[in-house]
């Protein structure tokens, strides 16, 4: 009887077949079928490894690891959740060009103006930065001066969680980076901005400077006020009206009851349910001083209890979030979100307790 180690060859060390699974593979069907013999515990071979499911007996050989070169078996295929390969490529950096006007103000004049600007996304960020060509930037780029805490800020970063993966939102400040380049004060009128760029050492942004959002006084695009961070032109929100039965408690208290929710969809966060403001009982609440801004609804307007910001509104959202005006949505990370009388499962976000 033919082996299958005769069938595909063996040499070298490319793959360790019988101690990968202790010969399990070994009662496939269809190698029995092909009048071959068992691979042998511990056999070299130089075939290509891949996971296979046997198709020929229905047999689920999930276990076993056998040659593509065979040809005796399927590839068992398994769909992939986009989701989760969005978020492996977090750990890359990332970039994508963008056809807009790109402005910057400081000190009331413009220190950036680019037709060629791109988004940039370091290694572990979730929201991107924008990219200029340095011909671009009307200011003087010096290599920024070192700070012998530097390291240690970076290392005192509690990192957020997104669905269960380390993320740098925008609460990690623009100076901790994840990638390799050197980073750069501008020098213009209004004086010196430490640390507001960045110089990526990488190929595919060579001439290019990632500037922090923050160092400016105000962006634009096109003509259009941007407020929070760069706008992802990847991410969207869903704005869609319901009947379900929402009901919020906290420490078993009813806070919110409504049969009217417009649930907010804006992947990879969790659905959002803004229900209306008689819905809520506001008298539990208490207007917060916290304002934030979003940079696809607005800015943000927060309700607290015990000091905790736990819901908020917007008052004057956007334009895509206009239907949300005034209406009331609250952390699901902080209070008990029941839906048709289904408790969700608290998400972890960069907004759960750290």
């Given at each position: 009887?033919?082996?299958?180690?005769?069938?595909?060859?063996?040499?070298?060390?490319?793959g360790?077949?019988?101690?990968?699974?202790?010969?399990?593979?070994?009662?496939?069907?269809?190698?029995?079928?092909?009048?071959?013999?068992?691979?042998?515990?511990?056999?070299?071979?130089?075939?290509?490894?891949?996971?296979?499911?046997?198709?020929?007996?229905?047999?689920?050989?999930?276990?076993?690891?056998?040659?593509?070169?065979?040809?005796?078996?399927?590839?068992?295929?398994?769909?992939?959740?986009?989701?989760?390969?969005?978020?492996?490529?977090?750990?890359?950096?990332?970039?994508?060009p963008?056809?807009?006007?790109?402005?910057?103000?400081?000190?009331?004049?413009?220190?950036?103006?680019?037709?060629?600007?791109?988004l940039?996304?370091?290694?572990?960020?979730?929201?991107?930065?924008?990219?200029?060509?340095?011909?671009?930037?009307?200011?003087?780029?010096?290599?920024?001066?070192?700070?012998?805490?530097?390291?240690?800020?970076?290392?005192?970063?509690?990192?957020?969680?997104?669905?269960?993966?380390?993320?740098?939102?925008?609460?990690?400040?623009?100076?901790?980076?994840?990638?390799?380049?050197?980073?750069?004060?501008?020098?213009?009128?209004?004086?010196?901005r430490?640390?507001?760029?960045?110089?990526?050492?990488?190929?595919?942004?060579?001439?290019?400077?990632i500037?922090?959002?923050?160092?400016?006084?105000?962006?634009?695009?096109?003509?259009e006020?941007?407020?929070?961070?760069?706008?992802?032109?990847?991410?969207r929100?869903?704005?869609?009206?319901?009947?379900?039965?929402?009901?919020?408690?906290?420490?078993?208290?009813?806070?919110?009851?409504?049969?009217?929710?417009?649930?907010?969809?804006?992947?990879?966060?969790?659905v959002?349910?803004?229900?209306?403001?008689?819905?809520?009982?506001?008298?539990?609440?208490?207007?917060?001083?916290?304002?934030?801004?979003?940079?696809?609804?607005?800015?943000?307007?927060?309700?607290?209890?015990?000091?905790?910001?736990?819901?908020?509104?917007?008052?004057?959202?956007?334009?895509?979030?206009?239907?949300?005006?005034?209406?009331?949505?609250?952390?699901?990370?902080h209070?008990?979100?029941?839906?048709?009388?289904?408790?969700?499962?608290?998400?972890?976000?960069?907004?759960?307790?750290?």
């Open positions: 009887m033919r082996s299958v180690e005769a069938a595909v060859g063996t040499r070298g060390s490319r360790n077949w019988g101690t990968e699974r202790g010969g399990e593979y070994a009662d496939c069907a269809a190698v029995r079928a092909a009048g071959l013999a068992p691979l042998r515990p511990g056999t070299l071979t130089t075939a290509p490894l891949v996971r296979l499911g046997c198709g020929k007996d229905g047999l689920a050989c999930e276990s076993a690891w056998f040659a593509m070169a065979l040809g005796l078996c399927h590839r068992r295929r398994m769909a992939t959740r986009v989701r989760e390969a969005l978020m492996r490529e977090l750990g890359e950096l990332r970039y994508e963008i056809d807009k006007r790109i402005r910057a103000t400081l000190g009331g004049r413009e220190v950036i103006d680019s037709t060629r600007a791109m940039v996304w370091e290694p572990k960020r979730v929201v991107p930065s924008y990219a200029v060509p340095v011909d671009d930037v009307g200011g003087e780029l010096i290599a920024a001066a070192t700070r012998a805490d530097a390291d240690a800020d970076a290392d005192a970063i509690v990192v957020p969680q997104l669905a269960g993966v380390p993320v740098y939102d925008p609460s990690v400040s623009f100076a901790v980076h994840t990638t390799e380049g050197q980073p750069l004060d501008l020098k213009t009128d209004a004086g010196v430490a640390g507001a760029a960045f110089r990526p050492a990488d190929d595919a942004l060579t001439g290019y400077v500037v922090a959002f923050g160092a400016f006084d105000a962006w634009y695009e096109e003509d006020l941007n407020v929070g961070h760069p706008r992802d032109p990847f991410h929100i869903d704005i869609v009206h319901s009947s379900r039965h929402v009901r919020i408690e906290r420490d078993g208290e009813v806070l919110a009851e409504s049969t009217s929710p417009y649930m907010l969809f804006e992947p990879p966060l969790p959002r349910y803004y229900l209306p403001a008689s819905d809520v009982s506001l008298d539990l609440l208490t207007p917060s001083t916290t304002r934030t801004y979003c940079a696809y609804k607005g800015q943000v307007s927060y309700w607290s209890i015990d000091g905790e910001d736990i819901a908020w509104t917007y008052r004057e959202p956007l334009r895509e979030a206009a239907e949300v005006t005034n209406r009331v949505a609250f952390f699901n990370e209070v008990t979100l029941r839906v048709d009388g289904s408790e969700l499962e608290r998400p972890v976000t960069p907004w759960s307790r750290r």
